[in-house]
């Protein structure tokens, strides 16, 4: 009779697209998430958990082809239904308030955060699973609305460490480059595809500079490779007016809406646009949000298929270095505006909404780039064990601590050997280490040693201060917590 075949281990690998997150990440994320959430209670938005679990027909714009249900994301199909690991935090938003809208307050101002999935090809820096944190106004059409949006942004970007003049908050308005482009003569379905180029290459005023969206706008484009991008095919006069659309934002405050008003003289819906801007650059002003943080910027584009009116991003303005060594700035890190229609999807009726979205994990890069995420994951004090008999006296002392809120573990691997224990001890980035051996017990005491000193003592002191300073202390068994917190309070310091 025929062996049955050996099962073959399973590989441990984190599946592509995936990341796993340790200790001190968890605890940096964890730390920002704090800080972002107090800005947005402050600011008098509610705490939101959504399911993680959305219907594919819910998912609304990310809904694909009927042959495809999953594509772009993660489905299955149960009962007849598609079900999908959520794409972002505002098709939940909107899925939430159309269901509980006679429960909820109008306006609704509401803040998530969390994890979201994207069935998507992954790359350098590119993940399927990604932390999002979001704060949304629903049923407000108040362009006040949005202004307290932008402040809101630039409040919490410095409450994360970004200092002022490293980030800039930029708005504009779908409604004025709508109005843009029907001045230039490129309204109506038979002038959309021009029209998706001017607004990509808009995107991309910031990479290829004025000379090469201008290429785009025309003819097109040929890259260092030799690759050619085909242009819009826009005439010079069409080209003028979208070139002056991007020049005005080298204006500032006022300067910059009368040179926009001047460009969409005639167009209905630009003229709105325009109007929204001065009223949301008025607001911001008079809250003291001055130019050094919320600038009016005619070349953020966001994706204005899926915007209705004021759009706006934050980018962080300083430097870093790439993977090549060379020195870039660092980006966007969050970005928004206004969607009246998602909402309408669910019920029939229009429900203005405006709101942003922050990227987590870049955040987090950005923090770590410009050496400001200093947040340290304490280890544990460890109470190590030289006398496996006696387990039950080190469990008392672990359990002392922890009542007083001082994080502690007893060591519960092999105690024979104590320089292992030691060792355990650095891995975990303890603090202090706790011996009482059978001298200790019937003395009475417990030897406390710093273990932050002794590296410090180990790296900078000379020999002669090594010799005269020490990182270990006597205390008596009753004086242990409060030895153990004044060490603690003396390495915060």
Same mark, same amino acid.
């Given at each position: 009779?025929?062996?049955? %075949? %050996?099962?073959?281990?399973?590989?441990?690998?984190?599946?592509?697209?995936?990341?796993?997150?340790?200790?001190? +990440?968890?605890?940096?994320?964890?730390?920002?998430?704090?800080?972002?959430?107090?800005?947005?209670?402050?600011?008098?938005?509610?705490?939101?958990?959504?399911?993680?679990?959305?219907?594919?027909?819910?998912?609304?714009?990310?809904?694909?082809?009927?042959?495809?249900?999953?594509?772009?994301?993660?489905?299955?199909?149960?009962?007849?239904?598609?079900?999908?690991?959520?794409?972002?935090?505002?098709?939940?938003?909107?899925?939430?308030?159309?269901?509980?809208?006679?429960?909820?307050?109008?306006?609704?101002?509401?803040?998530?955060?969390?994890?979201?999935?994207?069935?998507?090809?992954?790359?350098?820096?590119?993940?399927?699973?990604?932390?999002?944190?979001?704060? *949304?106004?629903?049923?407000?059409?108040?362009?006040?609305?949005?202004?307290?949006?932008?402040?809101?942004?630039? *409040?919490?970007?410095?409450?994360?460490?970004?200092?002022?003049?490293?980030?800039?908050?930029?708005?504009?308005?779908?409604?004025?480059?709508? !109005?843009?482009?029907?001045?230039?003569?490129?309204?109506?379905?038979?002038?959309?595809?021009?029209?998706?180029?001017?607004?990509?290459?808009?995107?991309?005023?910031?990479?290829?500079?004025? *000379?090469?969206?201008?290429?785009?706008?025309?003819?097109?484009?040929?890259?260092?490779?030799?690759?050619?991008? %085909?242009?819009?095919?826009?005439?010079?006069?069409?080209?003028?007016?979208?070139?002056?659309?991007?020049?005005?934002?080298?204006?500032?405050?006022? *300067?910059?809406?009368?040179?926009?008003?001047?460009?969409?003289?005639?167009?209905?819906?630009?003229?709105?646009?325009?109007?929204?801007?001065?009223?949301?650059?008025?607001?911001?002003?008079?809250?003291?949000?001055?130019?050094?943080?919320?600038?009016?910027?005619?070349?953020?584009?966001?994706?204005?298929?899926?915007?209705? !009116?004021?759009?706006?991003?934050? @980018?962080?303005?300083?430097?870093?270095?790439? +993977?090549?060594?060379?020195?870039?700035?660092?980006?966007?890190?969050?970005?928004?505006?206004?969607?009246?229609?998602?909402?309408?999807?669910?019920?029939?009726?229009?429900?203005?909404?405006?709101?942003?979205?922050? !990227?987590?994990?870049?955040?987090?890069?950005?923090?770590?780039?410009?050496?400001?995420?200093?947040?340290?994951?304490?280890?544990?004090?460890?109470?190590?064990?030289?006398?496996?008999?006696?387990?039950?006296?080190?469990?008392?002392?672990?359990?002392?601590?922890?009542?007083?809120?001082?994080?502690?573990?007893?060591?519960?691997?092999?105690?024979?050997?104590?320089?292992?224990?030691?060792?355990?001890?650095?891995?975990?980035?303890?603090?202090?280490?706790?011996?009482?051996?059978?001298?200790?017990?019937?003395?009475?005491?417990?030897?406390?040693?710093?273990?932050?000193? !002794?590296?410090?003592?180990?790296?900078?002191?000379?020999?002669?201060?090594?010799? @005269?300073?020490?990182?270990?202390?006597?205390?008596?068994?009753?004086?242990?917590?409060?030895?153990?917190?004044?060490?603690?309070?003396?390495?915060?310091?």
């Amino acid at each position: 009779m025929a062996k049955d %075949k %050996k099962q073959p281990r399973p590989k441990a690998i984190t599946p592509k697209g995936f990341r796993d997150y340790f200790g001190s +990440e968890v605890a940096a994320r964890n730390a920002m998430l704090e800080k972002i959430a107090a800005v947005y209670h402050r600011y008098g938005f509610d705490a939101l958990e959504t399911s993680a679990v959305e219907t594919v027909e819910a998912l609304g714009k990310f809904l694909p082809d009927v042959d495809r249900p999953n594509e772009g994301v993660f489905a299955w199909e149960e009962d007849n239904d598609w079900l999908a690991l959520r794409y972002d935090l505002t098709a939940p938003l909107a899925r939430v308030f159309a269901q509980h809208r006679n429960d909820l307050p109008t306006p609704y101002r509401r803040y998530a955060m969390g994890p979201v999935w994207r069935n998507e090809k992954p790359g350098p820096g590119r993940f399927r699973q990604f932390y999002q944190c979001d704060a *949304d106004t629903v049923g407000s059409g108040n362009v006040a609305a949005d202004a307290e949006i932008c402040a809101m942004l630039a *409040d919490t970007l410095e409450a994360v460490g970004i200092e002022r003049g490293d980030y800039v908050v930029r708005v504009n308005n779908r409604k004025v480059l709508n !109005g843009v482009l029907e001045v230039a003569g490129l309204s109506g379905d038979d002038k959309a595809t021009a029209r998706g180029i001017v607004l990509r290459a808009i995107d991309k005023l910031d990479r290829l500079g004025v *000379d090469g969206v201008r290429a785009l706008l025309g003819e097109g484009r040929k890259d260092e490779s030799g690759d050619f991008t %085909k242009g819009a095919g826009l005439n010079e006069a069409q080209t003028h007016v979208v070139m002056g659309f991007m020049d005005a934002g080298r204006a500032t405050g006022a *300067d910059t809406v009368a040179r926009l008003r001047e460009l969409v003289a005639g167009s209905a819906i630009g003229e709105a646009g325009v109007a929204e801007l001065e009223t949301i650059a008025d607001l911001l002003a008079a809250g003291g949000y001055g130019a050094d943080r919320i600038v009016i910027d005619p070349s953020v584009v966001r994706g204005l298929g899926y915007y209705t !009116g004021p759009v706006y991003e934050a @980018e962080l303005t300083f430097e870093i270095t790439d +993977e090549k060594g060379r020195p870039r700035q660092f980006g966007s890190v969050a970005g928004g505006g206004r969607y009246d229609d998602l909402v309408k999807r669910f019920t029939g009726q229009e429900v203005p909404a405006t709101g942003v979205s922050i !990227g987590v994990d870049r955040l987090l890069a950005a923090l770590t780039a410009k050496g400001r995420s200093d947040v340290q994951q304490a280890g544990p004090v460890v109470v190590t064990v030289m006398d496996r008999d006696r387990m039950a006296d080190y469990q008392a002392m672990v359990a002392e601590l922890r009542n007083a809120g001082i994080r502690a573990e007893v060591y519960l691997g092999n105690p024979k050997n104590f320089g292992n224990q030691m060792k355990y001890a650095d891995t975990r980035n303890s603090p202090i280490a706790v011996i009482e051996g059978g001298d200790e017990k019937e003395r009475g005491v417990v030897q406390l040693k710093d273990l932050i000193l !002794g590296a410090q003592i180990a790296e900078n002191a000379t020999l002669e201060e090594w010799q @005269e300073r020490t990182n270990q202390y006597e205390v008596s068994r009753g004086d242990l917590v409060e030895k153990v917190r004044d060490i603690l309070e003396s390495q915060a310091r």
